[in-house]
């Protein structure tokens, strides 16, 4: 046979092949220009969260108005409120959203671009394209998203009570996660509302909060409750060392408060 | 009634029995997976802190058993290293079992089956899954078209379409050029099936850049010890797997010094974790030396899965026992299983908190519902399946078969294989 020996001429042309698939890929590559953003900053308006842990008392209201306003499942909670350290007598809670990360984790992972940013800063999840690999939630750092291991039928109690469902329900087999109320805000701002001011341009959570505990706004507006909030207070973020950016601040408990 | 009388003399014989004793598995395992597609993933023991399970650990074992076809395709068609051709045709089959399993139990693992396409469609560049799924796929087409040849040595196919079988003989010709192509997409994708997890900084315990080189390393040994073990079981078993026992034990013997590679890299990667505490990563080797995981890392992993076979096959005079050396290949094979399985799930059972103030580690627990068992199993014996039907019916073992003597008998028939 032929090959016998594997000839120059053979290792020519396998090299040809070779060079040809990476001239090949490059052309895709080219062709597959809709790329997502490389961080979610580079829109005009920067949405960010401030969450006060010295007015924050645990109520859970959050936890349902999050729930009706965006139907989710009473087995899911996309916006957990944790207990945290005592400061003598005081119990302190941490409520945990989705950090809405400038480099998020879940949209570096995921093999199908059904998480992105969005010019604004939120991390969305495209619910029609997502697969349910589940690596964006093994990839999170924060626990922020939930999968939905089985489909979440009939009646959502948290609505009427707690408010009406403004988006779709996640059908089975995707992971869902707080998109920082999106919808509250595009409809907000279509109506001329100034969102983080207007409670109905806000996240739910933000104009539920009995005590005021959170705080939502522009960081790109100097004057914005949130910029005004974090150049006056002390505050941190969540694993920070990990460089993930996140867009959620918390005003640390302090025990005279 | 004559039909009766044919099927009863067929579950008599012993590979009627075989074939009967995999279909009872076949079918449960079919049942477990159309309950999987009508209940969803809720049937399983997943959950938000373990996502993934069983049936990744099945995924990622397959891949890496199979592995010896780009490695062992590689040395026959780039290397020169012709007399091994007859090995690298078993290791081509091998090769298109594990990768099908593994198509079978992303199926039934992703959370939307009926959107697998998206993967191919829309791309996500900076995604390790992204990355492996595009190799597994092209990959998987290497693998296809190398064993149209081996299809051609289908008897009914030879006598009732010879021309065809001519056609797929044919495709012998591009086997460098598959073999670079193969040895390309297998390196990039046996790594990155580590390295899915080396990037992810949430889980400390995975995050080092030494697991893909690790499942790399793992996979060219696992995927060889399986071909030659498969091999020379079926050669055990019927007289339709002929075999040349000079060449199985001289590519054992490589396994061996590969094992002492793998173990010496293993060590090192263990080590470097012991030198300062890191939250997490601490507490991960700490379960896997002395924890919940810690059977399956001395015993399974360690002792079993890599001391033991690579002492047996280093040893001239242990490894020229036959059975000894089977047993070394399972064992190399059973290890790295159990390495998959406790990567996975050290990783994820060590939970780093995120709230303020020292990180501080939780541990959470899985074990695999009945329903993940059967289809599991099910996967399992479906690659039995078609291996034994590669072996009865292609010739998939039969060391006597260089490709190139094939071709000049063309379509005839091959010389009688069936004694």
Redesign the interface.
Known sequence: ????K?SRR?ML??AG??AA?VVGLQVV?NA?ANE?ASSGASGSRQWAMVIDQNKCTGCGYCVMACRAHNDISPDITWNPV?E??KLGDKQTY?P?PCMQCTKA?C????????SYYRPDGIVMMDYD???????C???????A???????FDGPNPAVPEWGEPEVARR?????EKCAFCYQRIDRGLALGLVPGVDPDATPACVGVCPTGARVFGDLNDPNSPVSILLHTNPH?R??ED??TGPRVY?L?ATAEA | MKLIVRIKSFFASTWGKWLGFLSIFLAAGLGAGLLVFWKGLSVTHLSDLVPWGLWITIDQSSIAVAGGAFFLCAGVYLFGLKQYQPIARTATFVGITGYTMAMLSLILDIGRPDRFWHSLVYWNKHSLLWEVTMCIMLYLTVLVLEVLPILSSFEWLRNHYPKIAEKLEGVHHYAPYLALLGLCLSMLHQSSLGAMYGVLKAHPFWFRPDVAVLFIMSAVAGGMALTVFASMLSSRLTKRAVIKEELLERVSNFIGWMMAAYLYFRFWDALSMTYTYQAGRTEGLNLLTGGTLSFNFWVGEILLGTVAPMIILINKKARANQILRMAALALIVGGIVAYRWDTNLTGMFVMVSYLPGDLTVSYTMYRPSIVEWIAGFGIIAYGLTLFSLGVRYLHVVDHRIYEEELETVKATSIESVTA
């Open positions: 046979m032929a090959d016998a594997f053979d042309k396998v092949v070779a698939t590559k597959n997502p944790l945290t350290e941490l945990r984790p949209v570096e992972v995921c093999p199908v671009n059904a394209r997502c697969i349910g690999c589940r690596y939630e093994v990839a999170c750092p924060y626990g998203r939930s999968f939905n291991w089985k489909a059908p089975r087999g995707v992971p941190f969540l694993r990990l460089g918390y640390p």
